[in-house]
């Protein structure tokens, strides 16, 4: 196993070599970065400057005023050194191959520079930022491995019984509905909208959250966290409560569990005492990847819906500004989150089944 891990750590570096690469060039060479966007605010200013200056429009002015307004077109583009300084500022003076490497010696000490348009370290923005994000991740998951978990196992003992085929409607139904409709339905009705003022509509804590007790602190923080995480979660049971069922279910019909209760066994006993181990392999290992793609996917319109300042929003604001080295960043640490709970989980299929070994596998 010590090979296994090792050999796992070494292969971090080039794939996180290689995905850095990969967005270095699809993002540098894509149009409308930080100094286009600055240029055309400006120029944007110039014409609303211009058009307040001319009065309305061409109607009713002189032919010396028209001369004017068309020298002040023709000036709208910005003086080359003006531009040549914000290339500088930005680093796009130096060759696209001296950017990535020096991007890369940087990233190896930590270092993800300064934002762009924030005038802030993203290591520290990063860090500001990822506590919300691993809030929403892993309580979603918490609740859904909750309620899923015995729920399937409910539902494999009483397979095609009422319960099992109205179990599996309400969660479809849930999983039918994607999570950003039914965040803004739980906004409108819950959160001051039409029906009810109950919830807060944004944050994660209260403005006095300094001021209140340890318990008041706590009651506030999931008071926060209600709607944000009721809109992760309702569409996350489907998927693990069938695939426990039907773990239980395969589980239920092999030969140990027949013998185990011709031994006279209680049906408990067989249920969670020999039944479970084996069939929770593949649904409790599975818990280190279904958090990351919660971290990478699932909350990021929620907290644009809830205007939550986590991973999410901050990537969302940095794609949309072209703010590269918090882009990077952000691409970075969610990449490395990624390999390192990837590897958590072959660790776990060890811990739940120590037969396994990954370093006889082919």
Do not use: C
């Not at 609740?143 to 095609?160: C, N, T």
């Not at 509905?177 to 994660?204: E, K, S, T």
């Not at 998927?239 to 027949?258: A, D, G, R, W, Y």
Request: hydrophobic content about 50%; glycine content about 10%; proline content about 4%.
């Amino acid at each position: 196993m010590g090979r296994y891990l090792l050999r796992r750590l070494l292969l971090i570096f080039p794939t996180l070599f290689g995905i850095i690469l990969i967005n270095f060039v699809i993002v540098q060479f894509a149009p409308g970065g930080p100094i286009e966007q600055i240029i055309a605010k400006a120029t944007m200013g110039q014409m609303s400057t211009t058009s307040a200056i001319s009065g309305g429009g061409d109607a009713g002015m002189s032919s010396q005023q028209m001369e004017v307004s068309g020298q002040n077109q023709a000036t709208y583009g910005l003086d080359p050194e003006l531009i040549a300084d914000l290339e500088k500022q930005f680093g796009f003076d130096k060759p696209v191959h001296e950017r990535f490497f020096g991007m890369v010696v940087n990233y190896l000490q930590l270092d993800f520079g300064d934002s762009y348009f924030q005038d802030r370290p993203v290591i520290e923005l990063v860090v500001e930022r990822m506590p919300v994000s691993i809030s929403l991740g892993l309580w979603s998951l918490l609740i859904i491995y909750g309620i899923s978990i015995p729920l399937g196992v409910a539902k494999a003992v009483r397979d095609g019984t009422a319960f099992d085929i109205w179990t599996s409607t309400v969660i479809f139904i849930g999983y039918a509905i994607p999570g950003f409709i039914l965040a803004i339905l739980l906004i409108v009705v819950f959160a001051g909208g039409n029906y009810f003022d109950v919830f807060p509509l944004r944050g994660l804590v209260s403005e006095n959250f300094d001021e209140l007790s340890w318990w008041g602190q706590v009651k506030d923080y999931f008071w926060h966290l209600a709607l944000p995480i009721a809109s992760l979660t309702v569409s996350g049971f489907a998927t693990l409560t069938m695939l426990t069922k039907n773990s239980f279910l395969e589980e239920i019909s092999k030969q140990f569990v027949l013998t185990a209760r011709a031994k006279g066994l209680t049906e408990k006993r067989v249920l969670y005492g020999h039944v479970f181990r084996n069939a929770m392999l593949i649904v409790i290992a599975g818990f280190p990847a279904a958090f990351v793609g919660i971290l990478y996917t699932g909350s990021v319109l929620i907290e644009v819906i809830f205007s939550l300042d986590g991973m999410g929003l901050l990537s969302y604001e940095a794609l949309v500004k072209r703010d590269y080295p918090i882009l990077f960043g952000t691409v970075f640490m969610f990449t490395l989150i990624g390999l390192v709970m990837h590897l958590v989980g072959d660790l776990t299929y060890v811990f739940v089944d120590p037969r396994i070994d990954f370093e006889t596998r082919e």
